[in-house]
């Protein structure tokens, strides 16, 4: 019996660290001791809890905007930001932004429908410091990542950090023009869909465009049940 749970790993884009190569699906992000007592959900939420405190809370350099895109359009990114953004408002006092295409009762109406109402206004509370933030909405037209860029910049006005959903980086190049515009990318991978190549093709892509890209979260992982716990279930 297999459990699936999300697990994030950082890695350098300085000479001598990991790349988005080393992160193929079939390759672990961190071994984990076999333990009758370990929890799936607990181990997942330390590992973002980790990559928060070392994205989010460094003392060396500190960054306040980042950028969650993931490789295919099937990988889910949304609940991976919700809880990336739950743990951060944990972390701090200020005020914390996931920005993001929301889900039915998560927000109201569009930011491109709003463009004139104040961020907090359109902004759904999620707890005391976090809000969730619609996606803006670009059209195809000339100009579109000027304003997409300019949403961003009030966003980072208005709340002392944000974590930005984007679309895929394989389905679009929106993402490498919002990372390019906010502090960095965390780049989502699966761990049943992503392939060594495409991450590779994607990474590539990324550094020509300039993206600081600061590491990646693998999700759908799956990790044996010890054989004690599944006795009980």
């Known amino acids: ?15 001598g660290g990991r790349t988005a190569e080393s992160e193929d699906a079939s390759s672990p992000v961190r071994s984990v001791p076999p333990s009758q ?9 330390e590992q973002l809890r980790g990559l928060v405190r070392q994205v989010f809370c460094s003392n060396a350099a500190p960054l306040r905007q980042v950028v969650f ?20 408002a944990l972390e701090t006092l200020r005020e914390v932004a996931v920005v993001g295409q929301s ?13 004139n109402t104040p961020l907090r206004q359109i902004a759904t509370r999620v707890q005391e410091n976090l809000w969730l933030v619609p996606a803006h909405e670009t059209d195809e037209v000339a100009g579109s990542t000027i304003s997409l860029h ?17 679309v895929p980086c394989g389905a679009s190049n929106e993402a490498a ?5 906010a502090d960095g990318m965390v780049l989502v991978l699966s761990a049943q869909r992503t392939r060594r190549a495409a991450a590779r093709e994607i990474r590539e892509a990324l550094s020509a465009a300039q993206v600081r890209l600061l590491g990646t979260v693998l999700s759908d992982r799956e990790f044996p049940i010890p054989d004690g716990i599944y006795r009980r279930l």
């Open 69 to 88: 895109s993931a490789v295919e359009p099937e990988t889910e990114v949304h609940s991976i930001c919700m809880n990336v953004g739950q743990i951060l």
């Open 177 to 181: 023009a919002m990372a390019q515009f």
């Open 1 to 15: 019996m297999r459990a699936g749970v999300l697990s994030a790993g950082l890695w350098s884009v300085v000479a």
């Open 150 to 166: 300019t949403y961003l910049g009030e966003i980072r006005q208005q709340f002392e950090y944000s974590i930005v959903e984007a």
């Open 37 to 45: 007592t370990w929890d799936p959900v607990r181990f997942a939420q």
């Open 103 to 115: 889900r039915p009762g998560e927000c109201g109406e569009s930011a491109h429908k709003q463009r």
